[in-house]
């Protein structure tokens, strides 16, 4: 409990560097530097990864399913869909080489997204701490794939 709590932890702490790296992609492309914001983007998008695949392993741990742990009323396994969602968003600014837009995106949407992010881990944080509201099945932990992510 203690190392996937820790884990957790660590995960809402890369929440902060994905805000800073955000930002900061979005000066840059507003300043017409796209291959720096690019490059500060695609850290950004590993992290966003990384902490999805933290929440998803976690639970794996603690054999406990996304859609077992609610936040807020909702399944983890749907904020994660959500997630996502907003970073198809960003993949499709990307692809369609809408500066403007993605900058947009990253300095006014995404913000939002990792206050929500914050709350959903602390959520995750303290049911792996309590203990199991149900135990895993032996299907998948969640719908998505690798695939899915941006």
């Known amino acids: 409990r203690e190392l996937v709590s820790t884990t957790l932890g660590d995960a809402a ?3 902060s560097r994905i805000d800073e790296g955000q930002r900061a992609a979005a000066e840059l492309l507003q300043s017409g530097d796209t291959a720096g914001g690019m490059g500060r983007l695609a850290e950004c998008l ?3 990864l990384m902490v999805q695949e933290a929440v998803d392993m976690s639970l794996r741990t603690m054999d406990l399913r996304l859609d077992a742990v609610e936040h807020e009323g909702r399944p983890v396994s749907e904020c994660i869909d959500e997630l996502q969602e907003k970073l198809r968003g960003v993949r499709d600014a990307l692809a369609g080489r809408d500066t403007v837009a993605l900058a947009d995106t990253l300095l006014y949407e995404l913000p939002a997204v990792i206050e929500w992010w914050r709350a959903v881990l602390g959520t995750v944080q303290r049911t ?8 895993a099945t032996d299907g998948p932990t969640s719908g998505t794939t690798e695939g899915d992510a941006p």
């Open 13 to 15: 702490d890369a929440l």
């Open 46 to 48: 590993h992290l966003w």
């Open 128 to 135: 792996v701490r309590q203990g199991t509201p149900a135990p």
